[in-house]
Every structure is written in structure tokens, then in C-alpha cells.
């Protein structure tokens, strides 16, 4: 066996392991076809699942009834996906891949803020239009993009409704460490957090970042206990919330409540924490419980019926990951529809002007096709269990504050 | 002035689990010459016969730290002895692309067993603490740094003393030399990748005490292991240990660093990466052996 034939080999090896199972796209007339670079390896993997579920979820449904409905023919959908390994550039690639060679017709969005942005770059260039549920990143949407829509709140939110609850106890929490990963979302959560809580008359006693490729934050920690703070906050993905929680732990910091941006919401945050994770507060793009009706067919109508639905095909409750995902799709499914045309043009003027209410709230976008019309949510884990505590209108339970010391949850 | 007490310790503690991580790296580097990217790959496997071992059958992480190495050496074993074997005397590129495509290939593997889902192992001693003057400690990270501590002991006694750790060093400097002594070179190299696999699955079972476990949690692990090594110096026990610490102090006080330039705040702790590369920089200018390594011909 010589060099070169094992260097052959090797390469086969990695040409077999990174081409993702594929599917062929169906060359049909009667099938709209989406494409979606999804993080199904890497960083973001298990958020990247989350994602596909929810458009999978939407996909299975609107086939088994009839369809989209454009110009008096129904249409059956397929989604195809191509997994980005939880990187920018890689999600670009496959996305100019889906529309180049796969020819698909419109644009599912990667997970994660920083997979949207470089995906949302390439749409425009390709007038090819793209709806997202998971990049709540402004820098997204101030680029001028006119193929780009988001169906989430703007990540400077993410924080604010723990912000919010706590200021409103009594006694008012006043002082709020921040930590945050260094990715474009991490960073914007973060400074609207510090934003909201200065202009609410909080101190903000400690604010500082970590690189997202941290393996140990245990120094940020010490520097942030020093400050001994009411609230303390992290902005990031679930793998910075599960690190940064087990750290405060170990360093026995005190707090009267925890909050994350990203974490609580998946069911991982509980298995992977025990009783730790009791008490912990969460902010949320949408829960089960919040209780909008939806304004026009199509789809189910409430947040609870979606959730039973959704927990009979995948076995878990959908968290906000999966609802925002389906979203994304209804906000194609309804804009495809009054469009009357597959014209991804057409499409996309219909997109701007959609204003609908969903199980999921409602989706209109504004001038840079952001939908910062729809208000969050914030959890709380309590007794293993995840329950929407914030804004009041919409809670289910009393907020556990201040949160009782470690080993008593 | 406590914080910096409290850094010293958080990067001592920190480093010592680097200094495993890089261990196994170092070894198959130094004396393979091979630079191993499937060692993450085998770091998240360690900790899975961890996290595995524990939900299960409930045995404790660090008594499951003999069961990940054997599992893992067998494994390293048979990778070298069938895959790797027929590419260490090849150019770099060749080991570079098979071990790259292994770490592919384990990691989807596990994607499939173990699905994306994050998850740790939470002992009923997760989390509990110390306090020495004002310096907290966690109980966690002071047994993994003995665990750390002693496992370096014990290489460098086996690689001094053993009939095979001779060997071994032979192997590094000198294989034709080695050969004519008698030293079996295929099964040295195998026993070598093995370790090498072998301390990453220790490394996984101490990492996963407090880090989120998952399929792709090796990779940020790789990175460190290949600054480490070079900073310490390749293929010695010692360069592992001391290249660990210094990495694991220098991330740690890096986050202390603060300062404003005009209306630019720059803050250490979001460069802690940048930082510790530019130390590894120095030192390669000044020692481009490492801080410990020895000049080789």
C-alpha cells in the first residue's frame, strides 16, 4: 500500500463522512421546494436539531393537509437540508449549493445568529428570498438586505423580561453582573441587558465577555462574585449556560436569581443540571402557555394545541427553538399564498407586508424584516419543570425570587 | 489583590486538566510524529464511558478513570495497528488527512449513538466547595487536578523506568538506532497511539465533571492540546504539565486585564485566546523548543 493510495483513502473517508445523507430534490412541478443549511454537528448541534424539528413538523402537516394553495393548485412541500457544522462560512457555501445546484425555491434559515448573517448575505445576492427563526442578531437586519426576514424578537430582548421581573419584586433587585460569549447574538443580548437595566435605574456591577470557544470560565466567575450582585445574567447558547451555572456552583456565588439567554428553555438544561437547574430563570421567544389565537387558517391555532401536536411526533414539549422554527415556515406558507406565484419577488413583497397572528404571535416584519412586534417570554425551571412566569398577562406561576441557596432547590 | 490569588488558583486548576488533555497529544506527536486530530474525538468518547458508566451504573467518574483508558487504549491501539500504521512514515499530509477524517468519521458515529443532546454528569459532590483565606475551591477541580497530577507522575515514572517506556524513548530519538537494538517499532508506535488515546479518555472523564458533554465537545479541546504541547515542549511529560499550567494561568489572569484607550474598552477575558497565542508566540521566538523542550538534531 503506497502514500498516495492512502492519502486517497483518507480523502474518500472525508468526502463520505461530510456529504450528509442526500435526498434527491424532487424535480416535480407540484413540490415547493426550501433548503436549509442547519447546524447538525458542531456547536450548535443540538439547537440546529431543534430547528429542523420545528420546520420538519410544519412540513409533515401542511402535506398530509393538501398542501399550499397558490393561484387555485395546491402544492406539496419539501425541505432540503445540508448540515453547516455550526460554522459561518460553511453555512454560506451550502446555502449557494441549495440555490445553485439544488435549485430550491426559498430559503430556510440556519441556526444561530452568526450562520444567518453570512446565509443572509448570499440571498440578496441571489434575490433568492429567506425567512429565519433563529437569528435574533440586529446586525442581521441593519445591512440594508431586502431578501431577509425574521420572525424572532431582536436579541436585545432576550434578557429584558428577567430584568423586568426582577426589578418588580420587592425589594427590587438593584445590581446585575452580564456575562457573554464573544458572537454577534451574545454580545447584542448583552448590551441590551445592560441597556434596559440602566434605564430602569439598576447598577450594572459587572459586564464583561468570554470567547466562545471558552473551556473554563471559572476566572470570569471569581471577578463577577467579587462584585456580589442581585441578578446575574449570561448571555449565549446553551453550552455557556450549562458551563457558567455549574462555575457559579463551584464558587458558591450567591445571587437572588439567575438568568440565561439561551439554556433553560431546552430539556438538556434540566437532565444535564438535576436540581441545580431549579429556580432558574430563561428568556423565551415563545412558550406553550402564552395565549395568542390565530387570525386566518392553515395551521393550528393556539400555542397548546401546537404543543400537543408536537409532543405526540417528536416525545418532548417543543421549546421556543422548535415554535419559532414552524414560524418561519407559516410566515412562507401564508406569504406564498396571498402572493398567488412562486415568483420569489412576489414572494418576498408579500413577505413585507404579512401581518398575521399565529400560535407562535405575530409575524410582521418592519422596513429591515425584523418582527419586533412580538413581545417575549420568561421561564423559570421549577421543580423540573418549565413554566412561564413573566409578563404577568401571560404567566402560569409566581416567580421563585429570590432564589434559595445552592443545595436547597 | 485576593482576585489574583483566586486567579492563580482557577488557572492552576484549570491547567492541570490541559496539561492531561495535551498529554496523549504531545506523546504520539513527539514520538510519531503524527499530529493526532482525532484526539478530540477520543476526549469526547472518554467522557461519554463516563457519562455512561455513571447514568447507568451509577460508578463514580473518577473510579471510571482506569475503564475510559483501557477502553480507550484498546481503541487507540487497533486504530494505529490497522489505520495509522501505514502512514506514519508518510508526509505529514497523509497522517493529517486519515486522522482528520477519523475524527470526522467518531464524531458522527456518536451523533448517531448519542444524538445531539447535551449532557453532564452532575455528582452528588458537584459544586461543593472550600474556602482557604478568600480563595474558594471546588472540591471537583482540586480531586481532577491530583487526578491530573498523578497521572503525569505516573507516565513519567513508566516512560523512565519500563522496559517498554525505554523503548518508547529510544523510538523518539532515534528509530533506526532503536531498531538495531532490538525495539519492535510497529508495536511501540502502537502502544504509543494508544496512550495517546488512552490519556485523551482520561482527560474526557475530568473534563466532563464540569464541562457540557457532546459529540463535537472535543474540538475547543484539540486547539488547547496542540498550544500546549508547543509551548511545553513536544513529546515530554514534563512540557505537557508545565506548558498546561502556564496556558492555564496565563487564560486565567488574562481576564483581569482592563483597560481603556480613549473611547475603546478593551477587556482581557474576550481575549483570552489571543492572549495566550501571543505568549505561545514569545515563547517560540525566544525557546522555540518550549519552555521545557529539548533541541532535537
Known amino acids: 500500500m503506497n502514500v498516495r493510495f492512502l492519502a486517497a483513502l483518507g480523502s474518500l473517508t472525508l468526502c463520505m463522512t461530510l456529504a450528509a445523507p442526500s435526498v434527491p430534490v424532487s424535480a416535480d412541478a407540484n413540490v415547493i421546494v426550501f433548503g436549509s443549511p442547519v447546524s447538525l454537528t458542531g456547536a450548535l448541534a443540538k439547537e440546529g436539531h431543534l430547528t429542523q424539528e420545528g420546520y420538519n413538523f410544519w412540513?409533515?402537516?401542511?402535506?398530509?393537509h393538501g398542501g399550499i394553495?397558490?393561484?387555485g393548485k395546491s402544492y406539496k412541500v419539501d425541505i432540503k437540508y445540508y448540515d453547516d457544522e455550526s460554522k459561518n462560512n460553511t453555512?454560506?457555501?451550502?446555502?449557494?449549493?441549495?440555490?445553485?445546484?439544488d435549485h430550491v425555491n426559498y430559503i430556510l434559515g440556519p441556526y444561530g445568529s452568526g450562520t444567518s448573517f453570512t446565509v443572509a448575505q448570499l440571498v440578496e445576492r441571489k434575490k433568492i428570498p429567506m425567512v429565519e427563526g433563529n437569528g435574533a442578531a440586529e446586525k442581521i437586519f441593519n445591512q440594508g438586505f431586502r431578501y431577509t426576514f425574521g420572525v424572532l424578537s431582536p436579541a436585545k430582548r432576550y434578557l429584558e423580561g428577567i430584568l423586568d421581573l426582577t426589578h418588580s419584586q420587592k425589594p427590587a433587585a438593584q445590581t446585575v453582573a452580564i456575562t457573554a460569549a464573544s458572537d454577534a447574538f451574545s454580545q447584542e443580548v448583552a448590551a441590551g441587558a445592560a441597556a434596559f437595566a440602566t434605564a430602569h435605574g439598576m447598577r450594572v456591577v459587572y459586564n464583561n465577555k468570554y470567547p466562545d470557544t471558552a473551556t473554563d470560565v471559572s476566572s470570569i466567575i471569581s471577578a463577577l462574585k467579587a462584585t456580589n450582585p442581585d441578578v446575574i445574567l449570561n448571555a449565549g447558547h446553551l453550552q455557556d449556560a450549562l458551563l457558567v451555572h455549574k462555575g457559579l456552583k463551584e464558587q458558591n456565588v450567591a445571587a437572588k436569581a439567575y438568568g440565561y439567554s439561551v439554556g433553560p428553555d431546552t430539556p438538556d438544561f434540566i437532565t444535564a443540571l438535576g436540581k441545580d437547574a431549579n429556580d432558574v430563570l430563561g428568556g423565551a421567544q415563545w412558550s406553550d402557555t402564552v395565549k395568542y389565537k390565530a387570525d386566518r387558517p392553515g395551521f393550528y391555532d393556539t400555542a397548546p394545541e401546537y404543543a400537543r401536536a408536537f409532543e405526540a411526533a417528536y416525545h418532548h414539549r417543543p421549546d421556543y427553538h422548535n415554535a419559532e422554527s414552524t414560524a418561519a415556515c407559516l410566515a412562507f406558507q401564508y406569504a406564498i399564498e396571498s402572493a398567488g406565484t412562486l415568483d420569489p419577488e412576489k414572494v418576498r413583497d408579500a413577505l413585507a407586508k404579512l401581518d398575521v397572528t399565529t400560535f407562535y404571535g405575530?409575524?410582521?416584519?418592519?422596513?429591515?424584516?425584523?418582527?419586533?412586534?412580538?413581545p417575549m417570554v420568561t421561564n423559570q425551571i421549577q421543580n423540573g419543570r418549565l413554566v412561564t412566569v413573566w409578563p404577568r398577562y401571560t404567566?402560569?406561576?409566581k416567580a421563585v425570587y429570590p432564589a434559595p441557596p445552592w443545595g436547597q432547590r | 489583590m485576593h482576585l489574583l490569588a483566586q486567579d492563580l488558583v482557577n488557572g492552576i486548576l484549570a491547567g492541570g486538566i490541559l496539561a492531561v488533555v495535551a498529554l496523549g497529544f504531545s506523546l504520539v506527536w513527539g514520538i510519531m510524529n503524527i499530529i493526532n486530530l482525532a484526539h478530540g474525538a477520543y476526549i469526547m468518547l472518554g467522557a461519554y464511558a463516563t457519562y455512561e458508566l455513571f447514568t447507568r451504573l451509577h460508578v463514580d467518574p473518577f473510579l471510571s478513570l482506569p475503564i475510559s483508558f483501557v477502553l480507550l487504549f484498546t481503541l487507540g491501539y487497533l486504530i494505529q495497528r490497522f489505520l495509522i500504521n501505514w502512514v506514519v512514515r508518510a508526509p505529514i499530509l497523509a497522517s493529517f488527512l486519515l486522522t482528520f477524517g477519523l475524527s470526522l468519521l467518531i464524531v458522527n458515529i456518536a451523533l448517531i449513538v448519542w444524538t445531539s443532546d447535551t449532557v453532564g454528569v452532575t455528582t452528588s459532590y458537584s459544586g461543593a466547595n472550600f474556602t482557604l483565606a478568600t480563595v474558594t475551591v471546588p472540591w471537583v477541580k482540586l480531586y481532577t487536578l491530583i487526578a491530573a497530577l498523578a497521572i503525569t507522575g505516573i507516565m513519567q515514572v513508566w516512560l523512565t523506568r519500563s522496559k517498554t517506556g525505554r523503548a518508547i524513548r529510544a523510538t523518539a530519538m532515534d528509530i533506526g538506532a532503536a531498531q538495531l537494538s532490538g525495539v519492535r517499532v510497529p508495536q511501540i508506535f502502537a502502544i504509543v497511539y494508544g496512550l495517546g488515546a488512552g490519556l485523551a479518555g482520561v482527560a474526557g472523564t475530568l473534563i466532563s465533571l464540569s464541562y457540557p458533554i457532546n459529540p463535537s465537545m472535543g474540538d475547543p479541546f484539540l486547539i488547547k492540546a496542540f498550544v500546549v504541547c508547543v509551548l511545553g515542549g513536544l513529546g515530554s511529560v514534563?512540557?505537557?504539565?508545565?506548558?498546561?499550567?502556564?496556558?492555564?494561568?496565563?487564560?486565567?489572569?488574562?481576564?483581569?486585564?482592563?483597560?481603556?484607550?480613549?473611547?475603546q474598552h478593551i477587556s482581557g477575558s474576550g481575549l483570552q485566546d489571543a492572549i495566550a497565542l501571543v505568549v505561545l508566540l514569545i515563547v517560540l521566538m525566544v525557546r522555540p523548543r518550549g519552555i521545557v523542550g529539548r533541541a532535537t538534531a
Do not use: P
Not at chain 1, 412540513?59 to 398530509?64: L, Q, R, S
Not at chain 2, 512540557?239 to 499550567?245: D, F, K, P, R, T
Open chain 2, 238 to 263: 514534563e512540557g505537557a504539565l508545565i506548558g498546561g499550567l502556564t496556558y492555564g494561568i496565563i487564560e486565567s489572569f488574562a481576564t483581569q486585564i482592563d483597560v481603556t484607550i480613549g473611547t
Open chain 1, 69 to 71: 394553495k397558490v393561484g
Open chain 1, 362 to 374: 405575530i409575524i410582521k416584519f418592519d422596513s429591515r424584516g425584523l418582527n419586533v412586534f412580538k
Open chain 1, 91 to 101: 453555512a454560506q457555501d451550502l446555502a449557494e449549493r441549495l440555490i445553485d445546484q
Open chain 1, 395 to 397: 404567566a402560569v406561576a
Open chain 1, 59 to 64: 412540513k409533515t402537516y401542511i402535506n398530509a
